[in-house]
């Protein structure tokens, strides 16, 4: 038994040091890193259940190697739980903020777990599980990570599906495509610190006479992820390299070891040059690097500010942070008004540019130094390791030969966490590393040891103990398997096949088996609660008169379900602004048909502007819903405020101007939407609001230019086509009128209002009748806040979410 028990801790962490950087799968909604989680998780879990298992059934003794470095390991383990305990979002604390999913609590002790495992189970002789054995596997899977990543960049991939008729995922036709990370910039800082340790692995022989087969695989490595970085040409992955290496330089010199120093000075050489500029980016055949799509990520300035207001906010983020995977939380809570200048203000961003500042918001100052402590003890201790055998004539050379690209490998780890956020790939390789030096040390510093062979009553303790360690991981499994099926049902919900996304009703069921399984996600309720409000809507576009009792009864479920479900997410996540968010954009999109919407909208909403004050967007749709209770002065006061968080916000200030033209100052009105024009010609609503006020000012010729203008780009824009035959009318331009609203009649067919005015002006172009028609109003005034494709007055469509 005990043999069996070594193998699937062998095994386990062959596995798992294997696959992790290769391992994706197409059926969740986010491939690589829920992924890599699973797999961390189960595999460290089985491996460590076996090493406990073989202590207590086998050795019938606790056995724990005494490591310097044990202490620090659980002291930062200790703090990171003690933050999810605290969280403001417990939900993305324990199982990782939705769509990053490594930055969670259960991530950081699988990662502890693998620790432990390998510094208690692998060793530098040539025994399995080795130093040795583990550091080629990770080589080898790091060598096909490299294949698959070429493969996508020069478009392999699609050339086997169109030669092989293959259905390969969609995932794979993507030229940014790597199983190490969900972005190229993620593989680049992979590659530079796996680069980093194969020039120490070189600079330091393992044996002076190994075989030549090593160096070819080491160079041919460096050389092909050297290549990679060229086409990628990421800063700091160049950062990294650069840093790194002169530092290696830099100690062999001192140690007196300058053997093979080209290969590191040629890489720093190559780093410099593409830190100051990027010489291949005009050369011919090289449009391949500069056509790769770039991740999107929080710039540093913004990262350590939006850091440092998290941790100064409060004591307990003082001490303990927001909670792990709350970084989102943070960017939405204490992002300045400056950053709405940003290309990317929209974007609610779920990561920083730099992992110690992730460390600061979401650990605290407790994190951080929990996290320093843990970094510069190991750097000490590898140091002193690497000194003393350095300086002794040990016939046990191999230790120096690890220790010392293990210690470079985590020097460049260290400085790509000042750069880079951590993914599952990068993290799961500083925790690897960290374990294999430990195992590289080799100093016998003892074991702590507890023996009950000789007492079976404490054996007796330890088996039941073990027995429900066993059924917790068990149950662990269970829900996991829960988690796994509810997101693949997520993903089903919206997956394109031949084109298309899923009908409603697939959709639907698709969101209540996701939530079902996993009732804690509120990104799978949101989903939810928006499919419900759509359905809804899809019904309500017809009359009112046409609809069956059935139908209508079915509309209100789709709304009561709707609100149910968006409450509910907010209830859970209490402190997520797209729970508040979303249940203010369901009753904004209600109040119509629910009395009552209105004002649970704004409190929504104004919840929504309490955890996100920089957001004009928010402050706008407060503004609108103001304006629904005819409460001029208080939607006036949003649209400023919104106006003070971002100056040019296209639909705070179309929204003014409504105001205004409600307030009857008509020409200021239309002065403001004209510079907005002005500004961002390709504004569809302002152009269609301006043609509006044209319209209203008696300046019939502009209206039916900008009508025009916005029937050409959005052909169908029903209340922009409504008001240029409202305009033609006005001119007497009946044709004209009659072709327009019979497109509308297509956009919208069964529309009561539409078929009247074309019956009405078809008369009044019947030459054989001159019986006077009835007289149209010059006064009649386009649609103002109708959703594209609705016109009817009676019944507008609300906005969509």
């Known amino acids: 038994m005990g043999k069996i028990l070594d193998n699937v801790i062998k095994f386990s962490l062959y596995l798992v040091v294997f696959l992790l950087p290769l391992f994706w799968l197409p059926f969740s909604a986010e491939a690589f890193e829920f992924n890599k989680q699973y797999l961390l998780f189960f595999i460290v879990t089985i491996a460590f259940l076996a090493w406990l298992a073989k202590m207590v059934l086998v050795d019938k003794e606790i056995r724990l190697k005494k490591t310097p470095f044990n202490i620090p390991v659980l002291i930062f383990l200790g703090v990171a739980i003690l933050s999810a305990i605290f969280s403001v979002d417990k939900i993305s604390s324990l199982l990782g903020f939705y769509g990053r999913f490594s930055d969670g609590l259960i991530s950081l002790l699988s990662l502890g777990g693998l620790y432990f495992l390998i510094a208690n189970n692998v060793s530098l002789r040539e025994k399995s599980p080795s130093v040795n054995s583990l550091l080629r596997l990770f080589l080898w899977s790091t060598f096909f990570v490299i294949l698959m990543s070429y493969f996508s960049i020069f478009g392999i991939w699609t050339k086997i599906q169109s030669s092989t008729g293959l259905g390969l995922p969609q995932a794979l036709m993507q030229r940014t495509f790597n199983p190490a990370s969900g972005s190229m910039e993620g593989l680049a800082i992979f590659l530079s610190v796996v680069i980093v340790l194969l020039v120490g692995l070189l600079l330091i022989r393992i044996r002076e006479n190994q075989s030549r087969f090593k160096d070819i695989f080491y160079y041919f490595l460096i050389i092909i992820s050297l290549v990679l970085l060229l086409v990628i040409d990421f800063m700091a992955s160049w950062i990294v390299l650069g840093l790194t290496l002169l530092f290696f330089i830099l100690v062999t010199l001192w140690k007196r070891m300058p053997r093979r120093l080209l290969l590191p000075i040629g890489i720093i050489v190559i780093a410099i040059v593409f830190l100051i500029t990027s010489p291949l980016k005009d050369e011919p055949g090289w449009d391949l690097a500069k056509n790769l799509p770039r991740e999107q990520v929080l710039d540093q300035g913004n990262s350590w500010q939006i850091a440092f207001r998290a941790v100064t906010d409060n004591v307990k983020n003082g001490f303990l ?102 993914n599952s790939t990068l993290a799961f390789v500083f925790w690897l590393i960290l374990g294999l030096s430990v195992a590289s040390w080799q100093r016998d510093s003892g074991e702590l040891k507890y023996s009950f062979k000789d007492f079976s009553e404490m054996g007796l303790v330890f088996s039941v103990l073990l027995a429900i360690i066993t059924l917790g991981f068990f149950g662990t499994y269970f829900f996991g398997v829960k988690f796994y099926m509810a997101d693949c049902y997520y993903h089903f919900s919206s997956q394109i096949q031949d084109g298309q996304i899923p009908d409603l009703n697939t959709r639907i069921q698709n969101l209540e088996k996701a939530v079902s399984l996993s009732p ?208 033609y009318v006005a001119q007497d331009r009946i044709p004209e009128a009659i072709l327009v609203f019979e497109r509308v009649l297509e956009l919208n067919p069964g529309n009561q209002d539409v078929i009247q005015k074309l019956e009405t002006l078809k008369r009044q172009a019947e030459p054989e009748e001159p019986e006077e028609q009835e007289e149209q109003e010059e006064s009649e005034e386009p649609e103002e806040e109708e959703e594209e494709g609705q016109v009817e007055p009676e019944e507008p469509a609300p906005s969509e979410p």
């Open 321 to 422: 942070g927001s909670g792990l995977g709350t970084f989102s939380y943070d960017f939405s809570k204490f992002k300045s008004a400056e950053f709405n200048q940003n290309n990317f203000w929209f974007t609610r961003f779920d990561r920083p540019s730099s992992h110690f500042t992730e460390i600061i918001a979401t650990l605290g100052f407790l994190g951080l130094l929990s996290y320093l402590f843990l970094i510069g003890f190991f750097l000490i201790i590898s140091w002193l390791f690497l000194t003393a055998k350095l300086n002794t004539q040990s016939k046990d050379y191999q230790i120096t030969n690890y220790q010392l690209p293990l210690l470079m490998g985590f020097v460049a780890l260290v400085v790509g966490q000042f750069v880079y956020y951590q």
């Open 520 to 727: 804690w996600r509120i990104e799978y309720r949101i989903a939810e609660a928006r499919t419900y409000l759509e359905d809804a809507l899809n019904e309500m576009r017809e009359p009112v008169a046409t609809i069956a009792e059935q139908d209508l009864v079915k509309i209100q479920n789709r709304v009561a379900k709707a609100i149910s479900e968006a409450k509910t997410a907010s209830q859970i996540s209490p402190n997520r602004v797209v729970a508040w968010e979303g249940l203010g954009v369901i009753y904004r999109d209600i109040r119509t048909v629910a009395a009552g919407a209105t004002d649970w909208g704004i409190k929504s909403f104004e919840r929504a502007a309490l955890l996100e004050p920089a957001n004009p967007v928010i402050y706008t749709e407060l503004g609108k819903l103001y304006l629904v209770l005819e409460d001029e002065q208080k939607a006036r006061e949003y649209f400023q405020k919104a106006l003070e968080e971002k100056p040019d916000y296209a639909d705070a200030i179309i929204q003014e101007a409504l105001v205004l033209e409600r307030e009857d100052i008509l020409e200021e009105a239309i002065a403001r939407l004209e510079n907005l024009i002005t500004r961002e010609p390709w504004n569809i609503e302002a152009h269609f609001q301006l043609g509006r006020l044209y319209y209203n000012a008696g300046r019939i010729d502009e209206a039916i230019e900008l009508f025009g203008v916005v029937a050409l780009l959005v052909p169908q824009h029903s209340n922009a086509l409504y008001s240029l035959g409202v305009a």
